[in-house]
C-alpha cells in the first residue's frame, strides 16, 4: 500500500530535437488523437513502403520528400553498419527494414492535422519537432512519424533527415532512458552537423555501438552523462535532468549508489562525494570492476582536498543519504538532524565564494533529497496505518514528519503535508488545514 505524492514535471524540450517518449504515454491516453477521421496519404514508391500524409505536400515537393526519407535511412542504416557492433548492427538492419519490422505495415509520416491532431497529441510539447508513434504496437496509428507542423516550415532538408532517423530508432521500440540512448546517440553519430561538436560526434559514435550490459551499466551511465554534458552543453540541461531522475529512481539499487558518483564528479562536490564514497567502500567490499572504477573516479587528489572543507557536519550529511538508500531511516533521520551544511567558518577565506556558490548549494539538494525522501516515507507509513485502524502507530508517526518539515521546510506549513482520516466507506481522507482535499482509496 503506497501513497505516492507524484510531481509532474513540465519539459521543455529543446527546438533541434525530437520527442521524448512522456509524450507518447499521453498521447496513449488521449483519446481526442485517436478517434478522429483518418488521415490521407499518398505513396511514395511505388512498392508502398511509405506512406506520405497529403498536406506534407505544402512544405515539400513529393520527389523531394522522397528523397528526404530515403537518405535518412540510407545514411543512418550506412552509418550504423560502420559502427561494426552486433547492436548497431540490429538496428541498422531494423532501419533499413521499418516496413517489414512492424508486421509488414507501412512507415506513414504525418505533417498536419489530418485526423491527427499534433495539439490533441502533444498538448504539452508545442515546441518539439516530431515524434514517434513508435513504443504501442497496439496504436492505430503506428507506425507514423509525425512532424509538428509549426515548426516544419523552418527545418532544411539535412535537420529533417535527422530527425527522422531519431525517429526511426524509436520506432523499433528503443525510448530514451528506458534503453541505452540509441536516437540522439546514433542521431549526433550519423548526421553530424556544424553546430554539432567534435564531443558530440565522438561519444554519439562510442555510445550508439551500445555495448554495455544494459542502462544499469555504470560505464553506459558516465558516457552517456558526458555525451549530454560536453556533446551537447545547449541542451545539456535538459537532458541531464532526465538521466538524473532515471537514477534517482533506483538509487535503492547497488549500481544507482554508486552512480551517484558519477553524477557529482566535480571538486566542489567531494565535501558529500568523497566521505559518501568511503561509506560505500566500507559496506560493498568486496567491490567490482566496474564499483572500483567509479570511486577511484572520485578520490582524485584535488578532490581529496576540498573534501577537508566540509568537515564534520557533512560527514553527517553524507551518513544521512547512505542511511535513506540503505533503508535505515532511523539512523538517516538521526544523521540528518546534524547535518549542517551553511557552516562555512572552517573554510579558509580564499575560495570561500566558491564554496558557498558551488559547494553549499550541492549540499542543500542533498539535503533537501533526504529530508524529502524521508518526508515521503512518512507519510506512506502514516497513510498505512490509518488504512490499518492502527492509531498508536499514527500517533508515534506524526511527530517524525512534523519535526523534519520544522528543521528543513521552514517555509511549509506543517499542516500543508496532510494527516490522513479513514472515512466511513473506507477511503481515506487528505486533510489540509483542516479541509479535505481529496479522497483515495485505502488500497491501490
Ligand atoms: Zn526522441
Redesign the pocket.
Known sequence: MKFVVWILLAVTCSAT????PGSQLLKNLNPRALKSKKPSYIRISPEARYLLGRSCLKYRSLPQWRKIIEDAFNTGATCLKQRGSKQSLEIAAGVEGTAQLIGGKPLKFLCEEEGYSWKASNPRDETLQAD?VATDPDNPHFPTIHMNPRKLARLSDADLQRILF??SI?LLGYG?FTHVEY??SCEHCCFHSKEDSEEAQRLGCSICKGKYTGIKDPRYIDDIMQFFRKGLPAHADIRLAEAQSFMKGHRQERWAKFNVLLLSPLPDQAPFTIPYANLLEKKYTPLNDAESRVIKNIKTPENKVFAFLGGENIQHLANAFFFFYESDYKLAEKELMQAQVTDVKQVPATIRTRYVEHTVPFLETIKEEVAGGLLAYYSDLEFQAVAENKAEAQKNIYPHRQRIIRAFFPEWNPKFFPPFKKADDGTIIVMVDDNEVVRVPASP
Open positions: 530535437f525530437a520527442d521524448d514517434a531519431h525517429e524509436h530514451h536516437s540522439y
